[in-house]
């Protein structure tokens, strides 16, 4: 089974200040078709989760573009370029090459 | 408008049976795999089970495997999970979500979530 491991498991971070988050796999996430899956997702508060980022590094439909995606094989990042408050929540990270899997979540709140 | 709404959940003794549903809407669900996603009380997320658009191609998690069964009925837009054999430890929140499109070049993985449906399994 593939593993996803997030660091950190939490963020305090001040409004207008960037913030990185990481995600590594246990296999790497490139498939036999060249497309690498892994994708990002928010939990604000009381919701359910939101896709922000499919295949590494493409923004869904409505995420703001301060939210970019980068990486490859088995090592990935989510950045937030200036954090403002309704970016507040817990952030995974979900491979489908082979099922499904999620890492731990890494909450992120503001100073 | 894509709209995802389980219904079902509740309390339930350990070794009891419940099945829950998703009713989806807005969008051709028989163009589409779905899954079943959990969450327990202030944890993570955890993938549960998906299914193909046709039903025919069936996964589960290591942690249910055996015990729950995943279907849908693409006639009436809905997709279902029956849990057999439940444990404390699968007391949790249950999301259905849009899973994958069944063009091959789909990109987009549970693009769409419900609100859940909250399954208590306690004595």
């Known amino acids: 089974d593939i593993v996803m491991t997030q660091t950190p498991l939490s963020l305090s971070v001040t409004p207008g200040q960037p913030a990185s988050i990481s995600c590594k796999s246990s296999?790497?996430?490139?498939?036999?078709?060249?497309?690498?899956?892994l994708y990002w997702y928010l939990q604000k508060p009381g919701q359910s989760p939101q896709l922000l980022i499919y295949?590494?590094?493409n923004r869904f439909s409505g995420v703001p573009d301060r939210f970019s995606g980068s990486g490859s094989g088995t090592d990935f990042t989510l950045k937030i370029s200036r954090v403002e408050a309704e970016d507040v929540g817990v952030y995974y990270c979900?491979?489908?090459?082979?099922?499904?899997?999620f890492g731990q979540g890494t909450k992120v709140e503001i100073k | 408008q894509v709209q995802l709404v389980e219904s079902g959940g509740g309390l339930v003794k350990p070794g009891g049976s419940l099945r829950i549903s998703c009713a989806a809407s807005?969008?051709?669900?028989?163009?589409?795999?779905m899954s079943w996603i959990r969450q327990a009380p202030g944890k993570g997320l955890e993938w549960v089970s998906f299914?193909?658009?046709?039903?025919?191609?069936?996964n589960y998690a290591d942690s249910v495997e055996g015990r729950f069964t995943i279907s849908r009925d693409n006639a009436k837009n809905s997709l279902y999970l029956q849990m057999n054999g439940l444990r404390a430890e699968d007391t949790a929140l249950y999301y259905c979500?849009?899973?994958?499109?069944?063009?091959?070049?789909?990109?987009?993985?549970?693009?769409?979530w419900g609100q859940g449906a909250l399954v208590t399994v306690s004595s």
């Open positions: 979500a849009r899973d994958k499109h069944i063009v091959p070049a789909s990109t987009t993985r549970f693009d769409y």
């Open positions: 807005g969008f051709t669900f028989s163009d589409y795999y």
């Open positions: 299914i193909s658009s046709s039903g025919t191609t069936i």
């Open positions: 296999q790497s996430l490139l498939h036999s078709d060249g497309k690498t899956y």
């Open positions: 295949e590494v590094s």
């Open positions: 979900m491979q489908t090459i082979q099922f499904r899997t």
